[in-house]
């Protein structure tokens, strides 16, 4: 079994800054790659950003250039540091876990919200 959890998210005026963390622990092995996605309300779940084992990232381009995307292969953890904020960028976001052996498996935080207003 496999646990995800996020900590950070919260209140932050329009060009501010947070920074979200997110920890795997449990039955871990071949992660292929960690991420944030991200849900407003109305909308469907989106990718904001990944990291591969291997260090390979990717963004969505609604946030390239304000937010970086890093990762510790060792402790199995993500976070994301996420500068310039903007109204839109609310929405609970979600880590992710993503382990490949001879299947995909998935696993996700519970969510954190990052709500984004003067």
């Known amino acids: 079994q496999v646990q995800v959890v996020e900590s950070g998210g919260g209140l932050v005026q329009p060009g501010g800054s947070l920074r979200l963390s997110c920890a795997a622990s449990?039955?871990?092995?071949?992660?292929?790659?960690m991420g944030w996605y991200r849900q407003a309300p109305g909308n469907q779940r989106e990718l904001v950003a990944t990291?591969?084992?291997?260090?390979?990232?990717n963004y969505a381009d609604s946030v390239k250039g304000r937010f970086t995307i890093s990762g510790d292969n060792t402790k199995n953890t993500v976070d994301l540091q996420m500068n310039s904020l903007k109204p839109e960028d609310t929405a609970v976001y979600y880590c992710?876990?993503?382990?490949?052996?001879?299947?995909?498996?998935?696993?996700w935080g519970q969510g954190t919200q990052v709500t984004v207003s003067s």
């Open positions: 992710n876990c993503r382990i490949i052996t001879k299947d995909e498996y998935n696993y």
């Open positions: 449990g039955d871990i092995f071949s992660v292929y790659s």
């Open positions: 990291i591969t084992s291997g260090g390979r990232t």
